[in-house]
T-cell receptor, first 118, second 111 residues
Framework: GAVVSQHPSRVICKSGTSVKIECRSLDFQATTMFWYRQFPKQSLMLMATSNEGSKATYEQGVEKDKFLINHASLTLSTLTVTSAHPEDSSFYIC??????????????FGPGTRLTVL | GEDVEQSLFLSVREGDSSVINCTYTDSSSTYLYWYKQEPGAGLQLLTYIFSNMDMKQDQRLTVLLNKKDKHLSLRIADTQTGDSAIYFCAERPYRDDKIIFGKGTRLHILP
């Protein structure tokens, strides 16, 4: 149980285009999902917290107009990188918190999406 | 402030025990986690411990928590080549949605 999927797993795009990444909780409901960014050999940097049916909460320094987050259902959150530039190239990882398991408050992570902007 | 520190690299011989250490700063943390990341993959939750526990064992994994010193450790018994990965220590402060991650410890297995 507690599987989180991400799609696509890898994407290469041209500078100036927009890229959408999907994060799905496959066997549980997630009212809260999190989006992280990981640079090579570095830790995960939390970008935003996505709450189902409401606006996402962005961390300081993260541009909300550039990284659009939509959490329209209890099993799906999307991150859209708008007008992507080479500096946006990174490994994007989502996680989902199981709404039913409050006592563990465990986040389950997706496999990540490798974005390369040419 | 919130900060999680761990050594960046650990080298262990196959069959020996690996001990990965971590320190954290937020004494209000209610949950402490260990995640494993293999190359090119996402994070896999290995184990977690509540702040009111001192020790938790799950098969080859043993987590020790010293709340007074804000020190967390992960011991992997009988380390195998498949244990080669980056291990992240993480804390969740009380009444906070966020999880704070350390920079990760890269575990290298020697033959």
């Amino acid at each position: 149980g507690a599987v989180v999927s991400q799609h696509p797993s890898r994407v290469i795009c041209k500078s100036g285009t927009s890229v959408k990444i999907e994060c799905r909780s496959l066997d549980f409901q997630a009212t809260t999902m999190f989006w992280y960014r990981q640079f090579p050999k570095q830790s995960l940097m939390l970008m935003a917290t996505s709450n189902e049916g409401s606006k996402a909460t962005y961390e300081q320094g993260v541009e909300k107009d550039k990284f659009l987050i939509n959490h329209a259902s209890l099993t799906l959150s999307t991150l859209t990188v708008t007008s992507a530039h080479p500096e946006d190239s990174s490994f994007y990882i989502c996680s989902a918190r199981d709404s039913q398991r409050f006592y563990t408050d465990t986040q389950y992570f997706g496999p990540g999406t490798r974005l390369t902007v040419l | 402030g919130e900060d999680v520190e761990q050594s960046l690299f650990l080298s262990v011989r196959e069959g020996d025990s690996s001990v990965i250490n971590c320190t954290y700063t937020d004494s209000s943390s209610t949950y402490l986690y260990w995640y494993k990341q293999e190359p090119g993959a996402g994070l896999q939750l290995l184990t977690y411990i509540f702040s009111n526990m001192d020790m938790k064992q799950d098969q080859r994994l043993t987590v020790l928590l010293n709340k007074k010193d804000k020190h967390l450790s992960l011991r992997i018994a009988d380390t195998q080549t498949g244990d080669s990965a980056i291990y992240f220590c993480a804390e969740r402060p009380y009444r906070d949605d966020k999880i704070i991650f350390g920079k990760g410890t890269r575990l290298h297995i020697l033959p």
